[in-house]
């Protein structure tokens, strides 16, 4: 499952410098779906740390549909307890800077960030036989078949 990014496409910029720091090796086979660690920044310490979790706690579910097969063979994941850590929370008026933050997601929300952030809208298109150049509303099609997967 080799793809042009390396884990989340937001995080391009840290991914990046992690790596170049030498503070954390990606897998040998990248793919979207790597787990990036968790890196905390404290103040007056110039290096951050960096804290890799462990496979065994980290839960994933593939994304399948039903009836097509085809979105299955794509390989498609999603974490079940996602995890925010450059959350900001203003309580009375007080920010407090990187709240880690465990949240859930519809499946809506699940549909929209394989689209935009893993952008993987062309990759189910294809594997549908669904031709993006001819048909304006592949993503309306592509985003049902993902919402129901």
């Known amino acids: 499952d080799d793809r ?5 496409s937001a995080n ?13 090796s990606p897998p040998r086979k990248n793919s979207a779906f790597d787990v990036l660690p968790l890196v905390y920044k404290v ?12 496979r065994d706690v980290v839960f994933e579910v593939a ?14 994941r999603w974490t079940t307890i996602p995890v ?10 007080i920010v407090y800077q ?14 929209r960030n394989l689209m935009e952030r893993y952008d993987a809208g062309p990759a189910v ?3 549908l036989g669904i031709n993006m150049t001819i048909n304006r509303s592949w993503r309306l099609l592509v985003q049902a078949e993902l919402e129901c997967a």
């Open 12 to 24: 391009l910029e840290l991914t990046k410098y992690l790596i170049e720091q030498k503070l954390w």
């Open 98 to 111: 990187n709240v880690p933050f465990n949240g859930w997601f519809v499946s809506t929300e699940i549909v």
């Open 84 to 93: 925010i850590s450059n959350f900001k929370m203003n309580l009375g008026g």
């Open 43 to 54: 103040p007056g310490v110039q290096r951050p740390f960096v804290h890799q979790l462990p």
């Open 4 to 8: 042009k990014v390396l884990g989340d």
């Open 125 to 127: 298109a294809q594997a």
């Open 63 to 76: 994304i399948e549909h039903p009836t097509r097969p085809e979105i299955s063979a794509l390989g498609l």
